[in-house]
């Protein structure tokens, strides 16, 4: 262990820019949007380069200078992080792509990426004083968060719609949580969940509506700067639902750039939704800041059917800077392109991810991908968290 910490210096609004202590409970802005954490890069630098990173753990507190919890006896980890990046081989020689890669976020606890952003978010929120959590969620974020909390001896109160995949209802029973299952979609289960929070005082970790589960989506940017020999892809595809990982993967970079460990030009970011739900590709279609409500969302892929995001704005940013594009798939060509990945490279991914390899063939007809791109799919979960979608 390097004894560095962290270098946490304040919140400050994505919109319209005031700050707050980090020292305090503080969910999101007054006037309504995102909170990001900010840290102090000068003081960062002292301990934080290329040359420091060999003596360190391989798990989401790696870089602990640009991670928000100060005092280490909070990180309540079941070993999330430092995930694999898989060169497809036998799915790029079908596709005519060199060098296609995979990072197999199916490795990760309860088998998702949300266990590095709900590891963050719990340990911070429990070393800032919180006492119980609550959460609406498509599956994964509920199933995740019911882990941490009983890892770290908490209760959570989680809500999911009905038909929320069987074996994530199963798990967070399993994990303890306080389960209520929902008629109706993630937004629905949104608004129960803020009513209960303020009734209890529970503390609601919602997709960017709390300031630090988007540091935990941030560590996926680190480690791929990190595991590409501090050189980033030139492209990422990233099956986009609430957005945490691409908005945070964009703030690593921003961040790893000032701190002098890389250099641009950035990855292309590019954001894949399901066709029966995607306000993010409409909007960027459209030239728009913000997405407009999705009617009558549905979608095999539960992580993708989130029919209004909180950080829309952040995510088309995100896409738009990095000169990348938005681009939805059926629920067809997903299940299609899960078999494929599976019989080609043997990972069993889930729809969310299977989004991304479905994406591809419409990019290479746009010309949006050249052979020689070194490409990076993000692959979310594991197939095994949804049996019954396949
Ligand atoms: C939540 C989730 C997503 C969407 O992630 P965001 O970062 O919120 O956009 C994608 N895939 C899986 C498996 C998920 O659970
Ligand atoms: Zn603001």
Known sequence: MVKNGSSLDKLICTKCGKGYLATEIKRMCDCGKVLFPVYNLEKAKETLSKNTMNKRRYNIWRMTEIMPVKDP??????????????????????????????????????????????????????????????????GNAGAALSAYA?????????????????????????????????????????????????????????????????EGKKTMGLELAEQFDWSLPDVIIYPTGGGTGIVGMWK??????????????????????????????????????????????????????????????LILKAIRESKGTAIDVSDVQIKASMVNLAKKEGIMACPEAAATVASLEKLIETGFLGSKDKIVLFSTGSGLTTPNQW
């Not at 009905?162 to 199963?170: G, N, Q, R, S, Y």
């Open 252 to 313: 690593a970079f921003k961040e790893l750039e000032q701190l002098g460990m890389i250099e641009g030009p950035f990855p292309r970011m590019i954001s894949v939704q399901s066709s029966g739900c995607a306000p993010i590709i409409k909007a960027f279609r459209e030239g728009k800041e913000h997405a407009e409500y999705w009617e009558n969302a549905n979608t095999i892929a539960a992580g993708l059917r989130v029919p209004a995001a909180i950080g829309d704005y």
């Open 73 to 138: 006896t909070f990180y309540y980890s079941l070993g999330e992080g430092w995930t694999p990046i898989l060169h497809l081989k036998n799915l790029g020689e079908e596709l005519g792509l060199k060098n296609l890669f995979l990072k197999d976020e199916g490795l990760n606890p309860t088998g998702t990426f949300k266990s590095r952003g709900l590891c963050a978010a719990v340990s911070k929120a429990i070393e800032l004083g919180v006492k119980e959590f609550v959460i609406p969620s498509a």
């Open 150 to 214: 009983a890892r770290a001896g908490r209760k959570a109160h989680v809500f999911v719609p009905k038909d929320a995949p069987e074996l994530t209802i199963k798990e967070i029973r399993a994990m303890g949580a306080d389960l209520v299952l929902v008629d109706g979609l993630i937004t629905d289960a949104g608004k129960l969940a803020k009513e209960e929070s303020e009734k209890h005082g529970w503390f609601d970790v919602s997709t960017l509506k709390e300031p630090y589960r988007v």
